[in-house]
């Protein structure tokens, strides 16, 4: 990174998003769920949980890739700091509506460091597969694509 170059950092909202983002998609999905288990009341409940699960994870992952695609450096703390939101959220909404147990506690927690963990690792590695710009080449740098073109002709 250039020095002229301020780093990158998601702020207060944009975590706040992806905590908002995660909970509307785990809500979505908890809802759905108990219209399928209304309507189809013979639908095996342990594909359910396992897809619940997986929700649970997907949906962390996507909102954590998306505010870590905001970082210049730092992803993992930027997840970490996304799933704890995530939680957070994820807790004032359950004491508003039903009484939680720490069963569910656990899984949510487990589930939104596991997602938020996982979509660091592919915004970093995004990241990492892009090529970079010209301007982040610096003019005396041996290894520019501009000397490189220049060497072979």
Known sequence: MNAGKEALKPNLFDY????LLTNGIIWTWTMAMNYLVSA?????LDILVAVTFLVFIVGSAVTSFLVC???SSGHLNVGLKLAIVDFVFS????LSMVDPSVGLLVTLLICFFSGS???AYLALKSK???PLEKDEYSKGDEDS???LDENVS
């Open 145 to 147: 694509p501009q000397d």
């Open 117 to 119: 963990f996982l979509g």
């Open 16 to 19: 706040l998003a992806g905590a």
């Open 40 to 44: 189809v009341p013979s639908f095996n």
């Open 69 to 71: 695609r905001r970082a």
């Open 128 to 130: 990492l597969r892009r």
């Open 91 to 94: 807790i004032t909404f359950m």
